[in-house]
């Protein structure tokens, strides 16, 4: 019975998915457990296997191995009938840049079913609500790239979904088509719409989601809320870019003892960044710097990045990592 | 707008997001579009490419224009001895030819359709699986009977009078479509194991322009060396053209019909569930 019970709150169900691309694996062993009507986040960089993980669930990639259930309905048995219950964003805007506004919308709605007349008025709504009423006869190749997201959204929600795959809805975006985009995801999740989204901006999954999986290589290398997630980094950082480089090795003892924590030296060699949550201690540590004569050219305070996430939890940044890092981390696990 | 003092700003951003409330308020889920209605809004889709893009159409009415003039008035004389009696036989071949050509156009467009981001929402629908692909199919079958249609009137301000009047012409016409149709899959297929449009274009006119030279859409296979007639005389494509030019005189060759839409079904019996196939799991 409890069983039962976690299996109808659960919208998506995952267990050991993993997808091979000839020689190597996109995803190796995912498992997930999405709750219905949460926003849940997918964390990773470009090439962790968001996309791949995305595309086999919404069945258009069979897996090799592992199984999921979207819904209740397994995804390889029951392909179709997943099929009727989600919508899928993509990474690039899955709209036809060849007709309009209106004519994609109109497209959607005819294929899942809509009379035309229903079909044509559904589409005259969304693009009133998306803000596309001017651009609605204009063709999308000829729109902007905020425009296309709110088109791609319009069009995933012409029958409102129960599940909806966002996959870097708003990768590319100026902050102000970003907000827009947050503002409809988050009336989505008002409207009981469950959906699992896929980012590189930890931001961006800390201000819609309710869990987030962080993924690299292929594997959840953790999971937790936003909260746990930034909390297990350290849940801020002060970053701070002297004027002289010569002056790293003095600055790092001033700001390990003003702030009584690890200084982490950037690849910049006059940059340092240490985990600091507390704006005014930070300002105090800067203020150590300056008596002891030292000179700052620019200092920030904020939110862990995805890099710092990436490194607390992996000990390698998110990106570009070279053989020889990769090499030296499989020795230092080997080593542990 | 920048005109405006905040508040009006303000309140309109309240608008926006109060319709984006109410577009969201769950539009409940219709009954699923039948294969039928799939299919044929995705020939709608097609249609409306044409639409924006009328200069699509160009190259099916301007080359199969520029064939019916170039044979008739360079090669007729010299081939049947007089322009007008070899209208007669080159007109239905020139259709032939022409419409196939087209077909290659087919697989060029689902091979670029692939590039785009659109495919997978298609993929991601609860739709009849191969919907998508019938459905281009069918708006190409609508570029086919223009070139057709294009190629007949040009004929008949030319002198072309066939004795099979309307019903006889339309019959042929709608006979070369459905080979047509049919032929598209073998393209389709190709368009969906090649990587780029380019390649795409390459192979499949190679295969089709022999195929098509090597048939007796231009000459009689009686004056040809044997072992070619022999291959000419089973060539699918003279038969196209040996039914096409019976239906269009009057005299409705039942044989070669059935074979022609023999093949036709065989094609489609091989290649469509090959190219859906295909569709479903490239990329």
């Known amino acids: 019975m409890i069983s039962l019970n976690s299996h109808s709150t659960l919208a998506i169900e995952a267990s050991g998915l993993a997808k091979a691309f000839g020689e190597t694996k996109a995803v190796d062993g995912v498992d997930l457990a999405v709750r219905s009507g949460s926003v849940y986040g997918v964390l990773g960089p470009n090439g962790a296997g968001k996309t791949t993980t995305i595309r086999m669930l919404a069945t258009l990639l069979r897996p090799d191995a592992g199984s999921a259930r979207v819904l209740g309905h397994d995804i390889v048995e029951e392909a179709d009938a997943v099929r009727g219950v989600v919508s899928l964003t993509g990474q690039l805007a899955s709209v036809d840049e060849d007709l309009t506004g209106r004519e994609n919308l109109i497209l959607i709605g005819r294929l899942l079913g809509l009379k035309w007349a229903d079909a044509k008025t559904r589409a005259a709504e969304l693009l009133e609500a998306f803000g596309l009423a001017d651009a609605a006869g204009r063709l999308v190749k000829n729109y902007s790239g905020g425009m296309r997201r709110r088109l791609d959204l319009a069009a995933s929600i012409v029958v409102t979904p129960q599940l909806m795959f966002l996959d870097e809805p708003t990768t590319g975006l100026d902050p102000r088509s970003r907000n827009q985009v947050w503002d409809i995801i988050r009336a989505l999740t008002a409207e009981g719409t469950t959906i699992l989204l896929c980012t590189q901006y930890l931001d961006e999954a800390d201000q819609l989601a309710e869990g987030i999986a962080v993924i690299d290589h292929g594997k959840v290398i953790a999971e937790g809320t936003p909260a746990q997630l930034k909390a297990s980094v350290g849940s801020g950082a002060l970053r701070v870019r002297l004027l002289d480089p010569e002056d790293r090795p003095e600055a790092e003892g001033v700001l390990a003892r003003a702030l009584a924590a690890e200084v982490h030296l950037e690849p910049d060699p006059s940059a340092l960044s240490v985990s600091c949550a507390d704006a005014d201690r930070a300002a105090e540590a800067i203020g150590e710097l300056s008596r002891a004569g030292i000179a700052v050219a620019n200092f920030s305070v904020g939110q862990p990045t995805l890099d710092e996430v990436f490194l607390a939890l992996t000990g390698h940044p998110a990106e570009e990592e070279t053989i020889e890092e990769a090499t030296a981390n499989i020795e230092e696990e080997q080593a542990a | ?283």
């Open chain 2, 1 to 283: 707008m920048s005109a405006q003092p905040t508040t009006p700003i303000r309140s309109d951003r309240a608008a926006e997001k109060a319709a984006l409330r109410k577009a969201l308020s769950s539009t409940p889920r219709p009954p699923r579009a039948s294969a039928v209605s799939a299919a044929l809004t995705f020939g709608w889709r097609g249609m409306l490419k044409v639409k924006h893009v009328p200069e699509q159409l160009l190259d099916v009415t301007i080359t199969p224009v520029m064939f019916v003039l170039m044979f008739t008035y360079l090669f007729g004389g010299a081939i049947e001895g007089s322009t007008g009696d070899y209208l007669d036989y080159i007109l239905p071949g020139v259709l032939v030819m022409s419409v196939l050509f087209t077909t290659v156009y087919s697989g060029i467009a689902l091979n670029t359709d692939l590039t785009k981001g659109v495919v997978d929402r298609f993929r991601s629908l609860p739709i009849w699986r191969p919907a998508p692909l019938v459905g281009a199919l069918l708006g190409d079958s609508v570029r086919y009977i223009v070139a057709g249609t294009v190629i007949i009137a040009l004929g008949l301000a030319l002198g072309f009078r066939p004795d099979g009047g309307v019903v006889g012409v339309v019959a042929a016409l709608a006979l070369v479509v459905v080979f047509a149709f049919a032929l598209s899959w073998v393209f389709t297929t190709l368009g969906l194991l090649l990587r780029s449009p380019n390649a795409v274009m390459n192979a499949g006119f190679m295969g089709i322009f022999p195929l098509t030279f090597l048939s007796n859409v231009f000459v009689k296979p009686e004056t040809l060396p044997s072992a070619l007639e022999a291959f000419v005389d089973v060539n699918p494509i003279s038969i196209l053209a040996t039914a096409s030019r019976g239906l269009m005189a009057g005299d409705a060759p039942a044989g070669d019909i059935l074979v022609v839409l023999a093949v036709a079904a065989g094609l489609t019996a091989v290649f469509a569930p090959l190219t859906t196939r295909l569709y479903r799991t490239r990329g």
